[in-house]
């Protein structure tokens, strides 16, 4: 069945770095564009950005422009958020995710957390 496990989140500070990781399994990695997502607590999840199947094309929500990369490695299956510049309010639970049949299948995610 389809696993997305993401890893990498930890206690951060303003101005600092994390790398986020999304290891995939049980479908063609190299087939589906893949997003990462965040929830902060009390707020909706929003999206955060997408990269094509061959990362070909990225696209990123207009808060973390220039900030964050979205890569992946579709040998090993997985996807990476590399967050530089990092600020409070990135402070979340991230997620990634992808769309098989139309149906959006999520990861448990990763707490980030940033101090200032």
Known sequence: QVQL???G???ARAGGSLRLSCAASGFTF???AMAWY???SGKEREWVATIGRVGEWTNYADSVK???TISRDNAKMTLYLQMN???PED???YY???VLSGLANWGQGTQVTVSS
Do not use: I
Request: glycine fraction near 16%; hydrophobic fraction near 35%.
């Open 30 to 32: 190299s087939n589906v």
């Open 9 to 11: 989140g930890d206690l």
């Open 91 to 93: 402070t979340a639970v």
């Open 5 to 7: 496990v993401e890893s």
């Open 66 to 68: 220039g900030r964050f």
């Open 96 to 98: 990634c995710s992808v």
């Open 85 to 87: 510049g990092l600020q």
């Open 38 to 40: 965040r929830q902060g």
